[in-house]
């Protein structure tokens, strides 16, 4: 039976580290501050960004939501963006994606200020992981690296096969596997044979967004399973791993919920408190 990667409990342990690095800046006589920006009323968008904000208020940080109609022009959002680049007070910006279908979404993120693109999607951030040099990293695949490393699972010399290659969470948690010298190996919609690669991983890490498509006869006896989908199926939420079946053949599992996503939250959190210490330390 696996053992549960509990990331409720790491991202608790998060925030309280983090509130005392808030308390810090503030004992400089700086306030961290949050600017998020969503656009339109997509359900989904509206819950990850209420969570958001309330995890800023959990932790003393100064959260900002900008929300914008639906038909919000380019030009609008585009102003706004340069409006919290250019404040003072704000040491993170987030875009809420995805943004409604007119609105061109790679320009908007490339304008953020890459020391306040908190979400690490600015192609600075992306390219500066890419050659493994310091910089924002995407908090998904942060915070599922976070819970490998946590648990104390080696990575080194192993197989990973990360499946999905999304650029905000397949291809990111690709290239931090690698960076711990894991050797990987990433599947997507046109894998031959997905299986065949899925059981021969150490570390498996599954980004589909299709509920229960990971089955145990796809997974290595021993596995640490990594499951960051979140899929919504009659009213309650599953992720990408068939749960009970893969956990008897895992060694390491994260729940759905209760895994990946809080961590998520917990290393935006991080990602905005590293930014304003940062901007202290100039
Ligand atoms: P995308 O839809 O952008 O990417 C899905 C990836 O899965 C694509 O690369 C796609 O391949 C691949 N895929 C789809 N079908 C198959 C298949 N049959 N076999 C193999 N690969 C397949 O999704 P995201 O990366 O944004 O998100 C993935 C999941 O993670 C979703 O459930 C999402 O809700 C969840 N999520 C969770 C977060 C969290 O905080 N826990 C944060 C972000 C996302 P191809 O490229 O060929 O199309």
Do not use: W
Request: glycine residues 8%; contains cysteine; hydrophobic residues 40%.
């Amino acid at each position: 039976m696996a053992t549960l990667l509990d990331g409720k409990m790491m991202a608790q342990e998060i925030e309280d580290s983090l509130k005392l690095r808030v308390e810090a800046l503030k004992e400089k006589g700086v306030e961290v501050g949050l600017t998020v920006i969503l656009v339109g009323e997509d359900p989904a968008s509206q819950t990850y960004v209420g969570n958001k904000e309330k995890a800023c208020a959990r932790l003393g940080i100064r959260s900002n939501t900008l929300r914008m109609p639906a038909d919000t022009t380019q030009e609008k959002l585009e102003a706004a963006i340069m409006e919290a680049n250019a404040d003072e007070k704000v040491h993170g910006i987030l875009v809420q994606l995805p943004l409604p279908r007119h609105l061109d979404e790679a320009k908007a993120l490339s304008l953020i200020i890459p020391e306040k693109d908190v979400d690490g999607f600015h192609d600075v951030n992306t390219g500066r992981l890419c050659r493994g040099q310091d910089c924002v990293v995407a908090c998904t695949p942060k915070g599922a690296l976070y819970m490998l490393k946590q648990a104390g699972i080696p990575l080194e010399g192993k197989e990973a096969v990360v499946v999905g290659r999304s650029n905000i969470v397949g291809k990111p948690m690709a290239l931090l596997l690698l960076q711990e010298n894991a050797t990987v190996t990433v599947c997507h919609s046109r894998t031959k044979d997905l299986a065949e690669h899925t059981r021969r991983a150490d570390i498996l890490v599954a980004a589909i967004g299709k509920p229960r498509f990971i089955t145990a006869d796809m997974v290595k006896e021993g596995a640490a399973v990594v499951d960051v989908g979140i899929n919504r199926v009659d009213g309650k939420l599953c992720g990408d791993v068939d749960f009970e079946p893969v956990s008897q053949k895992a060694s390491y599992i994260t729940p759905v919920p209760g895994g990946v996503g809080k961590m998520t939250i917990a290393m935006l959190m991080d990602n905005t408190v590293a930014a304003a210490e940062k901007k202290v330390q100039g």
